[in-house]
């Protein structure tokens, strides 16, 4: 049962993870040139980006939505540019 929660053997999803709303916001960052997407958080304070997940797909934008309890509409993009 122990291995089972650390390595997800057991098929199960993963626990909602709360993130502090009063201090972070939800954004989807996609680089210029190769449009790859990161899903992180953005401090309110700092502005400094907290990376969480790679979304290569919807399912995977789904699963962010999900795991961190997200809605859609809350979520900002932001383009990097270098």
Known sequence: MFFEKIFSFGGGKPAVTPY???REKPVIRVGCC??????GFKSLDTGKFREV??????????????????????????????
């Open 34 to 39: 190769t449009g790859e997407k990161m899903a």
């Open 53 to 82: 997940m790679l979304i290569q797909s919807e399912k995977d934008f789904q699963e962010f939505l999900r795991r961190y309890a997200v809605e859609a509409r809350d979520v900002d993009q932001d383009v990097l540019e270098f």
């Open 20 to 22: 502090d709303k009063s």
